[in-house]
């Protein structure tokens, strides 16, 4: 699907990838309707699209209240006519602590926000989108949604659902002009460690000094992401080392596992 005079959501598009996004959206042609549950991130995004601002409306609500995001379609179709395409972009990721130490809010706030906030979306605007010529889904799930990483159990389970969940959706879909798209960002240079809340004592921020980490740029994640949904690519890999590890994980599921064990372990608490 071209993006060109398109109407595309963006959620989580207050900031990091998800602000990238809607700004390359903008600069492709396309109208978009950015969500995300900081209003000021929003008002941040708005200033940021200059004289494209009056293609972006903005909607400031929790992904996680499934009434709110039942609401939705509606607004947006009344803003713009229609809705082309969605990005359930927003994400959260839990504490670096392993799964004997986690609570259950933390472990719930997850859930909701990466799984069942991108299940309400999608279920919210699969009818609108059934009903356009050509119509696109993207669900980012992560690196982490096909590759153990210590300390991120419920994450990563919760973005490897998001993983199956795309998936099973584009084979439901097949011969129908929806198009699906499951994306596995590596590590993107964003601020999801502070604007999930997630703090880090002491010993662990000590430990995570030293050689900062390779990160690739969120505009540079957006641009590799659009051009997928423009080719209606089943599967987007985004960053160098999501493409390794995809790699490695196919031909050796333990190796690849042991690996990240060793390059995040120093993160987790002793």
Do not use: C, W
């Amino acid at each position: 699907m071209k993006v060109q005079n398109k109407v595309v959501v963006v959620t989580g598009g207050g900031n990091g990838m998800g602000r990238e996004l809607v700004l390359a959206l903008l600069s492709k042609g396309a109208s978009v309707a950015a969500v995300d549950i900081n209003a000021s991130a929003l008002e941040e995004t708005l200033a940021l699209a200059g004289r494209n601002r009056d293609r972006l409306a903005t909607y400031t609500l929790n992904i996680t209240d499934r009434a709110l995001v039942e609401a939705l379609p509606e607004q947006v179709i009344s803003r713009f006519g229609a809705v082309d395409g969605i990005i359930n972009n927003a994400g959260i990721i839990q504490p670096f602590v392993r799964l004997k130490d986690l609570d259950y809010a933390a472990i719930e706030r997850v859930m909701n926000v990466n799984l069942f906030g991108t299940l309400y979306m999608t279920k919210a605007f699969l009818p609108h989108l059934l009903a356009r010529p050509v119509a696109h889904i993207t669900n980012i799930s992560s690196m982490g949604g096909f590759l153990p990483v210590p300390g991120q159990t419920i994450y990563g389970a919760a973005k490897a659902a998001v993983k199956l969940l795309t998936e099973g959706l584009s084979s439901e879909l097949l011969g129908t002009n929806v198009k699906v798209t499951v994306v596995f960002p590596g590590a993107i240079g964003t601020n999801i460690v502070v604007n999930s809340g997630v703090t880090m004592d002491s010993q662990q921020e000590k430990r995570r000094e030293g050689p900062p980490p390779k990160v690739l740029a969120p505009g540079k994640a957006a641009q590799i992401i659009l051009e997928g949904i423009e080719n209606d690519q089943y599967r987007v890999l985004v960053g160098a080392d999501a493409r390794l590890m995809d790699a490695i994980y196919r031909l050796n599921p333990q190796r690849a596992a042991r690996f990240i064990y060793t390059q995040m372990s120093a993160l987790l608490p002793k």
